[in-house]
């Protein structure tokens, strides 16, 4: 066994193909969307790593992230690390965060690339169910109305 190439070593970077197929079916079969296993789907070693590495392809130095805080520290330092700069929006009881997320649209100077949202919200749970999935979604309209990506 121990002389056999394939039993040892490291797995593809971008995932077994077995397993990013299956991952493309899974989708087609949840969401009725298609998406390539070759160039679309890709298996990382957890979510951490899977969003710093989208931060590290996708932004460049000087890009605006909008990061609610409280946030886990790679949803700002993977944005740091990639030389974006990073704008912090409230996310605690008593503070309306769509409202405060509207306004770091609006203030933010180069206007923000990217946005970082996890659901349900962590760490804090400050906010729950769908409407939030649909109201972040409001806003990415309105910052790509904002002369964003």
Not at 71 to 95: D, M, T
Not at 117 to 126: D, M, S, W, Y
Request: hydrophobic share 35%; net charge positive; glycine share 10%.
């Amino acid at each position: 066994m121990a002389q056999r190439p394939d039993t040892h070593g490291y797995s593809t970077s971008r995932g077994i193909p077995r397993l990013r197929r299956a991952i493309s079916r899974w989708y087609q079969d949840r969401y009725d969307v298609e998406i390539d296993p070759e160039s679309e789907a890709i298996v990382t070693i957890g979510s951490k790593e899977g969003l710093a590495h989208l931060m590290l392809a996708t932004l460049d130095h000087g890009d605006t992230v909008l990061v609610p805080n409280p946030s886990y520290p790679i949803h700002i330092y993977g944005a740091v690390i990639a030389g974006a700069q990073v704008r912090s929006v409230p996310l605690v009881e008593g503070v309306d965060f769509f409202n405060e997320l509207e306004r770091a649209i609006r203030e933010s100077y180069p206007k923000p690339k990217m946005m970082i949202l996890g659901f349900p919200v962590k760490p804090n749970r400050a906010m729950r169910g769908t409407g939030v999935l649909r109201k972040s979604s409001g806003a990415g309209e309105t910052l790509r109305c904002a002369g964003g990506p």
